[in-house]
């Protein structure tokens, strides 16, 4: 199974994501543990590091209210580039 995890520390904040490394940082602390799963999420599946459902278990949110945050920040739930959504167009009419 997929686990993922931000502990905060003090000041500091670990994260880690089951196979996947664990980054300390410093944080102001009015930043919640939530608002920085939900960010670090949300740019890491931008960025095509993370499937819907990863970047999802790590945000600890369903897939559903991720797409709904992701939709708030006008990102692009499709991770579709133009040239391969194009193909697919092409495909769906030919």
């Not at 930043?31 to 920085?36: A, F, L, N, P, T």
């Not at 819907?52 to 708030?72: I, N, P, R, T, Y």
Request: charged share 30%; hydrophobic share 45%; with cysteine.
């Amino acid at each position: 199974m997929f686990r993922c995890g931000i502990i905060l520390c003090g000041c500091c904040v670990l994260l880690g994501c089951g196979f996947m490394k664990v980054v300390k940082l410093k944080v102001p602390e009015d930043v919640s543990e939530g608002e920085i799963k939900l960010l670090v999420a949300v740019e890491l599946y931008r960025e095509g590091k993370l499937t819907l459902k990863q970047a999802a278990d790590l945000a600890e949110m369903s897939v559903w209210d991720f797409l709904h945050e992701l939709g708030k920040r006008k990102a692009s739930f499709t991770n579709i580039g133009v040239e391969d959504l194009r193909e697919e167009l092409e495909e769906f009419e030919g």
